[in-house]
């Protein structure tokens, strides 16, 4: 057995303490520290919500700015770090919410800090449903991406961001 941390890369639509309007945000805020407690290497990704208070967007570091292909056209994206009890958090500037989030959580693996490599993408929720598809749609047969393996929970199966046929379009 390999003394080589696992690596997660932990995807939600908000975590505590920056944004939280449930128990998503709960579950977001702690399972990553207790995942790094426990051995693992966490980096948390979540929107970049201008409602997240200037103590925590203040101390944030920009590392990255790329272009994610979304549909007919490319969307700025930027990421910005902040570690917070050995959990690594990295914000997304986005454009289209949750379809771009979902993207753009896929195109960061490739801009993740030096030597972390995810092992697993945990995805929480409707708001980043997406990013598996993406994955193997978009991803497949890419050395980096091969090593990946998927997480999906369901945190509040009422809540399923049911859109009409025509957002698809």
């Not at 505590?16 to 051995?39: E, H, N």
């Not at 289209?96 to 989030?101: D, G, I, K, T």
Request: charged share 20%.
């Amino acid at each position: 057995m390999s003394d080589k941390k696992m690596q997660v890369v932990f995807a939600s639509a908000e975590a505590a303490p920056f944004v939280k309007t449930g128990g998503l945000g709960d579950v977001a805020g702690s399972l990553p520290r207790a995942l790094v407690a426990a051995g693992a290497d966490v980096i948390v990704m979540v929107p970049k919500y201008g409602t997240i208070a200037s103590e925590y967007t203040d101390r944030m570091e920009h590392v990255a700015d790329f272009y994610v292909s979304l549909g007919w056209r490319n969307e700025y994206c930027g990421l910005e770090r902040l570690v917070i009890d050995g959990v690594t958090y990295l914000f997304i500037d986005d454009g289209e919410r949750f379809a771009f989030f979902s993207k753009a959580v896929t195109e960061s693996l490739q801009h993740l800090p030096e030597g972390f490599q995810c092992d697993v993408l945990h995805c929480n929720d409707w708001h980043t449903a997406l990013a598996p598809v993406f994955l193997r749609e978009f991803y497949q047969g890419l050395p980096l991406y091969e090593r990946v393996k998927t997480v999906f929970s369901i945190h509040n199966i009422a809540f399923q961001g049911q859109y009409a046929d025509t957002i698809l379009n």
